[in-house]
């Protein structure tokens, strides 16, 4: 199933790649990239962090 995964436009479904990333931001839950494709729409990925951002706190069980 993972390998199945792609980078592609929600709209057109057209491959993106790392030069139509326009932002990237990270939060406590994650790094998250907005993607704009040619057919002007925008795609956002969110990716977990291995570990949690500072300032969160993580319980072991």
Not at 7 to 15: I, M, N, V
Not at 18 to 32: E, F, H
């Amino acid at each position: 199933m993972l390998a199945d995964l792609a980078l592609t436009c929600t709209r057109c479904g057209a491959p993106l790649d790392s030069s139509d990333r326009k932002l990237s931001m990270r939060t406590p839950d994650g790094l998250r990239h907005a993607y704009e494709c040619e057919c002007e729409a925008i795609t956002i990925t969110v990716s977990a962090d291995p570990e949690p951002a500072r300032g969160t706190l993580s319980r072991r069980e």
